[in-house]
């Protein structure tokens, strides 16, 4: 387990660690200000009994405790510091991984499209459907030719027969308009008679 990490697992390792040395030197800096404290009590303590000596040891050493810590916060500054840097070029590596990622989408699409076979598939398929309708128009042709007389002069609808058309639209058209007087009648007297009930 644990043997071929991912790069995502590989980062929160990383990131686990960071807050650990950081947690590490926090700890520190208060052990410090602990020792700093102790130090301070005790130079009081040597100035109250009046040695001298001891004041002048003690004094060193929170002098160098004082140094510590100093380099102990900047260390801890500098990991927040590379922290947040570290976050950033992250937010920009996701970025620059992201536009990879479609621009070899939108390679691939145009790679998939070629344009010069599908314009002559389009200039065949243009020329199939006009050979199509010339030999429909000619197909067409051989069919009343082949029926002879009879059958060129029954393809054709004559001025009669047009009409007629037009007279049986009219007559229906006569007739749907009779048919809503009717109902409009039978609603009107329908009306009398509920209003004579009342009366």
Known sequence: MGLFKSKEERRIEREMKLKQHLRSIEKSIRQQEKFSADFIKNAQQAQKIGD???????????????????MLERQMLSMKNAMVISQQAQASAQFAESMQLMSKQIADIFGELDLTKTQAEWEKAMAQAGSMEERMEIFLDSMETAGGEAASTGGQVSDEEIDRMIAADVL????????KLDQLDSQIAKELGITRQKD
């Open 52 to 70: 001298q000596q001891q004041y002048l040891f003690i004094r060193n050493a929170l002098k160098k405790t004082a140094t510590v810590k100093r």
């Open 172 to 179: 229906a058209g006569e007739r749907e308009e009779l048919a």
